[in-house]
């Protein structure tokens, strides 16, 4: 026998032997795999050997185990990788050293191991995040704490022009309750649990933390819960839920009903009509048109078509407006006014923002809007002028006009009362009398539109934005720095450049 | 001394009531009825603000601005107006006026203005 000969028939028997090791282990492995299919099982080692005899080359490598630990120690993952040419398989009791080798203690899934184990070594493949180790969060302590019914804590419907119905349905504005309704429920206490972490280290239960709701006007609680005492409109301010009472004029506000003055919210199915009023401690919806009547809401005032006022229309509205079109109406809101159509010769003051609708126009009248004003479009090109004042208080800044028009008649009647006495002179003094009375009322009013306007507040980031075209015959304050529009300008933001005292255009 | 206003506007009536309740404001007040004077007072005089009508028969509210501004640039000229989207107006203000105050008159504005 040559060397060459002797060399291929060692060669052949350490395959051989490495062959045989390979499947006593797999052996043993087949009694700790009772589902497994032993065909199957046979079937993959048949191939593992016929690719230790093909490749003889391979270098064997042992199988091998790496463990990841999570940074917050509740959780560790093995990767499992399969020998190579015939290297030492995994096997349970050195990963059970490892384990406690880098001290997990708990949670430890002992048949994930395992059964990742077979795999790795049955089928030669790489295994990953295989979860060894799992630990158990603390389970927070929470106070006894009410909880709203589901269809209560659901975000605010949006309120769009095309989207309010009067049909009390799931669109209206308005989360309407019947007398009875289940509202909140009481959740009792719950006692926290510690958790542990895969080392055994204790995890102290947290306080839980639940918002604090408490029930309101015309809530009662039963065995039930918490349950509408009234039927009216379910609210939720601050952290108080409520149910406000709700006056529903199915039609018109006209002749049939009167002037309308309800404490609560009003739902108007018709139009209120012109020179009828209606007054609201809180919200008022209408169907259709507010036709040159007086409203005053406490809350919003939401009108599906428009406010008309034909010049006597007088809106004063503490929250917010939404309507499709103001015309020819004086219209006051604390909060913002979106009208989608526009507005037409009509006087409006917001302390928020005014904002029409994507092709929403403003037309003649004048705007004061404290935090900024958003159009499509502003003037036309023959359109009557158009007035848009940003920045102020409005409030504030009707104080001080009264004060200015009473000032001048308080003037002007010095100066009368001065000729007077220069004329005809003053024998019992009264009109010198009269005089320093005037003065000194001058005085009082010129001490207080000062401190008004020293209080005046301003929001030196409010912005004119015009989506569209600009017209001119349209004047544009920002903090009392001026502009007036000379030429048509497309897409332009007004806002005020405070070094130069300015408006600047973008 | 108070701050000195000076008033250029053709409507007497407006200009009485407010020079008293600029003086009972402590502003010292100089009225003009007529524009020429007014610019002739305004660049021999001290003004610490210039209140200027904007329509005027012989000369208006741009014009005197143009002319003060030409031969006293620091001054600060703010247009009395009705209708401050008045074409007009924009010319004032490109001529130089600091700002435009609607009539009878924004006293908010006056003050902020005599404030700066």
């Known amino acids: 026998m040559n060397e060459a000969e002797q060399t291929k028939i060692n060669k052949l028997v350490k395959s051989s032997q490495d062959l045989l090791r390979t499947l006593s282990v797999v052996n043993s492995l087949i009694s700790d795999l009772p589902d497994q299919s032993v065909a199957s099982v046979h079937s993959q080692i048949h191939r593992r050997e016929m690719d230790a005899i093909d490749h003889p080359q391979n270098r064997p490598a042992d199988a091998r185990m790496e463990l990841h630990i999570s940074q917050d120690g509740m959780r560790c993952t093995a990767s499992l990788f399969p020998q190579i040419g015939g290297g030492a398989l995994l096997d349970m009791r050195s990963i059970q050293e490892m384990i406690v080798a880098k001290g997990i203690t708990y949670g430890v899934n002992y048949d994930a191991v395992q059964n990742a184990i077979n795999k790795c070594n049955t089928e030669g493949v790489k295994i990953d995040d295989v979860v060894v180790a799992q630990g158990r969060e603390p389970v927070p302590s929470i106070r006894e704490h009410l909880l709203l019914v589901e269809r209560f804590r659901e975000p605010k419907v949006a309120i769009e022009p095309e989207s309010i119905r009067i049909d009390h349905k799931d669109r209206s504005p308005f989360l309407l309750v019947k007398q009875g309704e289940l509202l909140a429920k009481r959740i009792p206490s719950q006692e926290g649990a510690p958790g542990w972490d895969i080392f055994g280290g204790e995890l102290s239960a947290p306080h839980g933390q639940v918002p604090k709701i408490v029930p309101a006007e015309n809530v009662t609680e039963t065995a039930q819960g918490f349950v509408a005492a009234i039927d009216g409109r379910f609210l939720f301010e601050g952290r108080a839920f409520s149910v406000t009472a709700v006056l ?32 609201a401690s809180g919200s008022v919806f209408c169907a259709k048109t507010v036709s040159a009547g007086t409203v005053e809401c406490g809350k919003n005032l939401i009108v599906r078509l428009g406010i008309i006022g034909r010049q006597d229309g007088n809106v004063k509205v503490k929250g917010e407006i939404r309507c499709k079109y103001i015309e020819h109406c004086s219209v006051e809101a604390g909060g913002s006014i979106q009208s989608f159509v526009g507005a037409m010769n009509s006087i409006i003051n917001t302390n928020a923002t005014f904002e029409t609708g994507t092709r929403g126009i403003i037309v003649g009248g004048s705007i004061h809007a404290q935090d900024g004003v958003v159009a499509t479009q502003v003037g036309t090109e023959m359109g009557p002028a158009t007035e848009i004042y940003c920045g102020l208080d409005y409030s504030v800044l009707e104080r001080v006009e009264w004060i200015r028009d009473r000032n001048v008649e308080l003037a ?16 019992t003094g009264t009109l010198m009398t009269l005089e320093t009375k005037l003065r000194q ?66 | 001394m108070g701050k000195r206003i000076l008033i250029i506007d053709d409507e007497v009536m407006v200009l009485d009531a407010l020079s008293v309740i600029l003086e009972d404001m402590g502003y010292d007040i100089t009225v003009c009825s007529d524009p020429r004077q007014g610019i002739q007072h305004a660049l021999t005089e001290p003004s610490d603000l210039i209140l200027c009508d904007l329509r005027m028969p012989e000369k208006n509210g741009a014009e005197v601005t143009r002319e003060i501004l030409e031969k006293k640039h620091d001054a600060k000229i703010l247009i009395i107006t009705a209708f401050p989207s008045d074409p007009l107006a924009e010319q004032a203000l490109s001529n130089g006026s600091i700002g435009l105050v609607k009539k009878p008159f924004e006293i908010a504005k006056l003050l902020k203005y005599l404030a700066d």
């Open chain 1, 248 to 279: 529903d004029v199915p039609g018109d506000v006209d002749y049939s009903t009167g002037n309308i003055d309800f404490d609560g919210d009003v739902l108007v199915g018709g139009e209120v009509r012109e020179g009828f009023s209606l007054k």
């Open chain 1, 412 to 427: 002007n009647k010095l100066l009368q009362v001065q000729q007077t006495r220069r004329s005809r002179g003053d024998p």
């Open chain 1, 441 to 506: 009322a001058i005085r009082r009013l010129n001490d207080a539109s000062m401190t008004l306007v020293s209080h005046l507040d301003q929001n030196e980031e409010a912005k004119v934005v015009i989506r569209g075209t600009i017209f001119p015959n349209t004047y544009i304050e920002i903090c009392h720095a001026s502009f007036v529009v000379g030429r048509v300008m497309h897409k332009v933001t007004f806002r005020l450049d405070r070094e130069r005292g300015k408006v600047a255009v973008e």
